[in-house]
């Protein structure tokens, strides 16, 4: 008797529970009254058929499949397995490679005419149903109600399906944000005041400036939600899935695709207010294009604050036009407490100076060598085991061609049949002589020359010479600004007391080269290089 098992899926957690059950009941009897031995069941509850990913069931069953364990997938429906066209027939081409058959309760056996119609089916279906939903959406929409999605500021009003209600306390915030960054206060700034207030922000553990200033094309953001106008926009994104991933990602409409409905009763900010900020921040947008963006620096991106963890970035240019840093967080949300600001040359300059020093270290050379020479010699051993298991191979071969020979010249052997064997035995011998010849021969082993390791060391300076004047060189060094860093994974700035400078922890991805650690005397903890320098020039 054929083993089968039986495959059940539902949509959305709306659905029963028992849909799964109810299918595989289904299934049930239609193994029996075909003669199927049912093993087991996969399901998946609540997964869409859109996309194979996030579906266990389904992957426990190509698993098991691969296995040999079953012969036969029952369905209640082709579209129980995929309602995409591509993954359906992805999924019929694997099994039917595995010998495997699909029956569906309703069709029978499956082939790739009725796979292609019923995923061409389903497909459709799915498409149809997601615009039917849309337009019962815009319909909401042109009654005046809201259409989903949490607004601060605003909750659903209890008893009336798709109607809100302002929530004062949240309004006074969201009057105050706009006042504020009417009258000219940066978003970093408000955020900042918010959370030593103590105000709960709409989502997350803390305010941020993305959080007020949010983007003008996808229109979110505090300042840029028209809610807070008295006005209802719905259709600024539409979600599409990714087909590798499964995730489904947002991408902006057209503006003219934006259906708006005036909703005054849940205006919180004037139409003067709210006129002022949108100018201001048309303004904004407009001269931050003009600018000339910068050159990338050295440690773009890899430049950590030693108090909380956050990035660090940019803060301004002082009046010589030298660049200054200072936490993210700070600027963000306020949430710091490393009011330090820095010189991004000094920070630049400590890292490539204690980097130059511990590399410059000839012990470090030497760990290097040493764990060179210990992985040419296990790959010695490893060459010189395959050539000797090779060449007896080869000669038990030789000698069993040799004993052909015999046998066919005693007459033991028939000519044909001897002959045969002997070609064979050729094919054989030359095959394992030319894998012989194939193989590299025993590595070497090398030894540091004092003229190898002073040539390190200049080239070592003449690297920090040049990375350090990669922002201002004329030539292209990017290149060789990105080698050096592929080596980092970040620079960790822990400031010190006020005019005592500060010190920078670099984490590199040196060690893994020799398999331990890299600066054996510097002061080091899990691949980190710890250089420390005095800055006066640092304000507090």
């Given at each position: 008797?054929?083993?089968?098992?039986?495959?059940?899926?539902?949509?959305?957690?709306?659905?029963?529970?028992?849909?799964?059950?109810?299918?595989?009941?289904?299934?049930?009897?239609?193994?029996?009254?075909?003669?199927?031995?049912?093993?087991?069941?996969?399901?998946?509850?609540?997964?869409?058929?859109?996309?194979?990913?996030?579906?266990?069931?389904?992957?426990?069953?190509?698993?098991?499949?691969?296995?040999?364990?079953?012969?036969?997938?029952?369905?209640?429906?082709?579209?129980?397995?995929?309602?995409?066209?591509?993954?359906?027939?992805?999924?019929?081409?694997?099994?039917?490679?595995?010998?495997?058959?699909?029956?569906?309760?309703?069709?029978?056996?499956?082939?790739?005419?009725?796979?292609?119609?019923?995923?061409?089916?389903?497909?459709?279906?799915?498409?149809?149903?997601?615009?039917?939903?849309?337009?019962?959406?815009?319909?909401?929409?042109?009654?005046?109600?809201?259409?989903?999605?949490?607004?601060?500021?605003?909750?659903?009003?209890?008893?009336?399906?798709?109607?809100?209600?302002?929530?004062?306390?949240?309004?006074?915030?969201?009057?105050?944000?706009?006042?504020?960054?009417?009258?000219?206060?940066?978003?970093?700034?408000?955020?900042?005041?918010?959370?030593?207030?103590?105000?709960?922000?709409?989502?997350?553990?803390?305010?941020?400036?993305?959080?007020?200033?949010?983007?003008?094309?996808?229109?979110?953001?505090?300042?840029?939600?028209?809610?807070?106008?008295?006005?209802?926009?719905?259709?600024?994104?539409?979600?599409?899935?990714?087909?590798?991933?499964?995730?489904?990602?947002?991408?902006?409409?057209?503006?003219?695709?934006?259906?708006?409905?005036?909703?005054?009763?849940?205006?919180?900010?004037?139409?003067?207010?709210w006129a002022r900020v949108q100018a201001l921040k048309a303004e904004k947008a407009r001269l931050s294009t003009n600018v000339k963006r910068r050159p990338a620096h050295l440690l773009s991106g890899l430049l950590r604050c030693g108090c909380c963890g956050s990035g660090m970035?940019?803060?301004?240019?002082?009046?010589?036009?030298?660049?200054?840093?200072?936490?993210?967080?700070?600027?963000?949300?306020?949430?710091?407490?490393?009011?330090?600001?820095?010189?991004?040359?000094?920070?630049?300059?400590?890292?490539?100076?204690?980097?130059?020093?511990?590399?410059?270290?000839?012990?470090?050379?030497?760990?290097?060598?040493?764990?060179?020479?210990?992985?040419?010699?296990?790959?010695?051993?490893?060459?010189?085991?395959?050539?000797?298991?090779?060449?007896?191979?080869?000669?038990?071969?030789?000698?069993?061609?040799?004993?052909?020979?015999?046998?066919?010249?005693?007459?033991?052997?028939?000519?044909?049949?001897?002959?045969?064997?002997?070609?064979?035995?050729?094919?054989?011998?030359?095959?394992?002589?030319?894998?012989?010849?194939?193989?590299?021969?025993?590595?070497?082993?090398?030894?540091?020359?004092?003229?190898?390791?002073?040539?390190?060391?200049?080239?070592?300076?003449?690297?920090?010479?040049?990375?350090?004047?990669?922002?201002?060189?004329?030539?292209?060094?990017?290149?060789?600004?990105?080698?050096?860093?592929?080596?980092?994974?970040?620079?960790?700035?822990?400031?010190?007391?006020?005019?005592?400078?500060?010190?920078?922890?670099?984490?590199?991805?040196?060690?893994?080269?020799?398999?331990?650690?890299?600066?054996?005397?510097?002061?080091?903890?899990?691949?980190?290089?710890?250089?420390?320098?005095?800055?006066?020039?640092?304000?507090?």
């Amino acid at each position: 008797m054929t083993h089968a098992i039986v495959y059940a899926r539902f949509s959305t957690e709306l659905q029963n529970e028992k849909s799964t059950e109810d299918q595989i009941e289904l299934c049930r009897a239609y193994a029996a009254r075909q003669g199927f031995d049912v093993i087991g069941t996969y399901e998946d509850k609540a997964r869409s058929g859109a996309s194979v990913f996030g579906r266990d069931g389904l992957m426990r069953l190509m698993h098991a499949a691969r296995d040999r364990k079953f012969g036969v997938v029952i369905v209640e429906a082709l579209d129980r397995l995929s309602r995409d066209m591509e993954d359906l027939a992805g999924i019929h081409k694997r099994l039917s490679f595995l010998g495997v058959e699909i029956h569906a309760v309703h069709d029978g056996t499956a082939d790739a005419v009725l796979v292609g119609l019923r995923g061409l089916v389903g497909q459709l279906q799915r498409e149809d149903g997601a615009k039917k939903v849309r337009r019962g959406m815009a319909s909401v929409i042109r009654d005046g109600r809201h259409a989903g999605g949490r607004a601060y500021g605003y909750r659903p009003a209890l008893g009336r399906t798709g109607e809100l209600e302002v929530v004062e306390e949240e309004a006074e915030v969201v009057r105050r944000i706009f006042s504020a960054y009417a009258d000219g206060r940066p978003p970093r700034e408000i955020a900042g005041e918010l959370n030593r207030e103590g105000v709960v922000p709409p989502r997350g553990p803390k305010w941020n400036a993305s959080t007020i200033n949010g983007n003008a094309q996808r229109g979110n953001g505090l300042i840029f939600n028209e809610l807070y106008a008295g006005r209802i926009v719905w259709n600024k994104v539409r979600m599409v899935k990714n087909p590798d991933t499964g995730k489904r990602i947002s991408r902006p409409n057209p503006r003219d695709q934006w259906q708006t409905i005036a909703a005054p009763l849940l205006r919180i900010v004037d139409d003067e207010t709210w006129a002022r900020v949108q100018a201001l921040k048309a303004e904004k947008a407009r001269l931050s294009t003009n600018v000339k963006r910068r050159p990338a620096h050295l440690l773009s991106g890899l430049l950590r604050c030693g108090c909380c963890g956050s990035g660090m970035s940019v803060h301004d240019r002082d009046k010589t036009g030298k660049t200054r840093i200072r936490c993210s967080a700070v600027r963000e949300s306020g949430s710091c407490s490393n009011r330090r600001i820095l010189y991004l040359w000094d920070v630049e300059e400590a890292v490539l100076r204690g980097m130059t020093e511990e590399l410059k270290d000839t012990r470090l050379m030497e760990t290097y060598v040493r764990t060179y020479n210990e992985e040419r010699k296990r790959l010695a051993a490893t060459a010189f085991s395959r050539r000797t298991r090779i060449e007896r191979k080869r000669d038990r071969l030789e000698a069993e061609r040799q004993r052909a020979i015999d046998l066919l010249i005693k007459g033991v052997l028939r000519e044909e049949e001897g002959r045969a064997r002997l070609d064979e035995l050729k094919t054989q011998v030359e095959e394992a002589e030319r894998e012989r010849l194939s193989l590299e021969e025993a590595p070497q082993i090398i030894a540091l020359h004092p003229a190898t390791i002073e040539s390190y060391i200049a080239t070592v300076d003449r690297l920090a010479g040049v990375l350090s004047e990669h922002a201002t060189a004329e030539d292209d060094r990017g290149s060789l600004v990105a080698n050096f860093r592929a080596l980092v994974h970040s620079v960790t700035v822990h400031p010190k007391a006020p005019r005592e400078g500060f010190q920078v922890e670099v984490k590199g991805k040196l060690a893994s080269l020799i398999g331990g650690e890299a600066f054996p005397q510097a002061k080091y903890s899990g691949g980190r290089v710890v250089a420390e320098v005095r800055s006066h020039r640092s304000p507090d």
